[in-house]
């Protein structure tokens, strides 16, 4: 009796298993581009969702620290779609206010427009079920200076950098290869076709921006003079997501600072999308100075004083997250 049950089971698998692969099939033959694409994307999607991560030690394995576990959450996705491209009244007020525009243009009139210019379905990887994905995270501190971190930066699976951060000229100390370049657009600088533009917008009209520097070249100016035109590949730009930037803001940075820093943003969408985070160029140098590392002056470019970012809060947060080997820190030698 039971095993007649079992039997039955097992033939109405078989069942659906060959419906489904018919389906698959028929679908394929359709439209193969298509389909696959869609499929792809769900793997990817699958791949936030973090499947069997094949490093010695990953992110996820977060059950052992409550600190870490209260912060992270993982159903906010970093990047716009234009399936989550709507924000709560309560994110879009808050996004609204970081820069404010006298007036502003339609919201989602523009996130239209936006995607019909770079496309709406990212993929980070081709998708192995199994992996370890490493990444560098390369802020642009001088304690990068006679570092020789070039050859380890470059070993990593994906290396974001950020801002104007040049490597030609600097290459034994940062490396030469960049998956993706974030930026906003008074920070933007050309890129190579093979490197990803990550833009953080903080206004409506920096998504008019990214639009334009990649067609028609008519915005110039925001509240300063903006590179009309980017070098960058359109097939590979992604919008940081304004609900994932109040979430860095509020999970992470308990609301210090008036909005977190381009490299705090950097290091949070690493955490998210990344296996293992290894992180250079963050932090002062050893002489306490916080300039870039392409500066001769080293007083230059400190940030942390000026009010908008909570450098030492940052800071801090960054070396629990080392502390608590979530990620690895690397302070120049
Ligand atoms: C994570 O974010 C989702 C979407 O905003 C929210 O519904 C959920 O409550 C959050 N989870 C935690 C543990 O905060
Ligand atoms: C904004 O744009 C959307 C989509 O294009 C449109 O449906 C909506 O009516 C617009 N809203 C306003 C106030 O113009
Ligand atoms: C840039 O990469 C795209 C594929 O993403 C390719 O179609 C295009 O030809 C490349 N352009 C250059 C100048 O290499
Ligand atoms: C950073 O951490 C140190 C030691 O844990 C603490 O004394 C200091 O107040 C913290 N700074 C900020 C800005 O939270």
Redesign the pocket.
């Known amino acids: 009796m039971a095993l007649g049950k079992r039997r039955k089971v097992r033939i109405f698998v078989l069942f659906c298993i060959a419906t489904l692969t018919t389906v698959l099939v028929s679908y394929n033959l359709r439209e193969p581009s298509v389909y696959f694409f869609k499929f792809a994307f769900r793997l990817s999607d699958n791949l936030f969702a973090r499947g069997p991560c094949a490093c010695g030690q990953c992110m996820t394995e977060m059950d052992d620290d409550p600190w870490f576990t209260e912060r992270f959450?993982?159903?906010?996705h970093p990047l716009m779609s234009r399936e989550n491209s709507a924000l709560s009244d309560e994110t879009f007020k808050w996004w609204q206010w970081l820069q404010s525009e006298r007036q502003p243009a339609n919201f989602s009139g523009v996130v239209e427009e936006l995607f019909q210019v770079i496309p709406d379905e990212v993929l980070y990887m081709d998708a192995s079920p199994e992996r370890c994905r490493t990444c560098a995270v390369v802020g642009n501190s001088g304690n990068l200076k006679g570092s020789q971190y070039g050859r380890l930066i470059d070993s990593s699976d994906f290396i974001i950098r950020m801002n104007q951060a040049p490597t030609s000229g600097f290459e034994d100390d940062v490396g030469t290869r960049t998956t993706h370049h974030i930026m906003y657009p008074e920070s933007a600088k050309d890129l190579d076709n093979g490197t990803s533009l990550v833009l953080i917008p903080f206004k409506t009209l920096d998504l008019q921006w990214i639009i334009s520097a990649l067609t028609t070249g008519a915005i110039k100016h925001t509240y300063v003079p903006v590179m009309s035109r980017i070098k960058a590949n359109k097939d590979k730009v992604v919008i940081y997501s304004p609900?994932f930037f109040k979430?860095v803001y509020e999970?992470w940075l308990d609301g210090h600072g008036r909005y977190p820093s381009t490299g705090f943003l950097s290091l949070l969408l690493a955490i998210h999308i990344c296996d293992k985070v290894s992180v250079f160029g963050f932090g002062a140098d050893h002489y306490g100075n916080w300039h870039h590392y392409w500066e001769e002056n080293s007083l230059a470019g400190a940030f942390r004083h000026t009010g908008v970012h909570d450098g030492d809060y940052e800071y801090n947060v960054t070396l629990l997250l080392a502390d608590k080997h979530k990620i690895q820190m690397f302070k120049g030698r």
């Open positions: 959450n993982q159903s906010i609900t979430y999970s």
